[in-house]
């Protein structure tokens, strides 16, 4: 695939469309909940999935592959926000818990949680 399309919704399932043509060329259940946002990795290697209150990380790759290769626990309501920082090390992530987590890719735990005190519906990272 050249030029992919990624999108989900509240049926749980990620399709993978060939932009140019229109075809779902891939289709992904996603196992928890509905999905709320989806973020590609720098690499484009990785999709993520924000669901409730799980994160997956699915190959974008790897049809054969359906599994996700990391779930990321640490919200406890559903995740609203995603995002990678520019070397595809951190991703972070936002919630209607009210929490900000920022995740080292390396380790399927928390790296830092900050207290937002109120749901987050985006969250962005500076990239310096």
Wanted: neutral net charge; hydrophobic residues 35%; contains cysteine.
């Amino acid at each position: 695939m050249s030029v992919i399309l990624a999108t989900a919704g509240f049926d749980h399932k990620i399709r993978f469309w060939e932009a140019p043509s229109g075809i779902c060329s891939r289709t992904i259940r996603h196992p928890d909940s509905p999905v709320n946002r989806l973020e590609i990795t720098p690499d484009k290697q990785f999709l993520a999935a924000a669901g409730n209150p799980t994160i997956r990380l699915y190959e974008i790759n790897n049809a054969a592959n359906h599994n996700p290769v990391l779930t990321l626990e640490g919200h406890t309501s559903a995740v609203t926000s995603l995002g990678f920082q520019r070397d595809g090390r951190y991703l972070y992530s936002g919630s209607e818990d009210g929490t900000v987590i920022l995740w080292d890719l390396r380790s399927p735990n928390p790296s830092r949680k900050f207290d937002a005190k109120a749901a987050v519906n985006s969250v962005a990272l500076h990239p310096n």
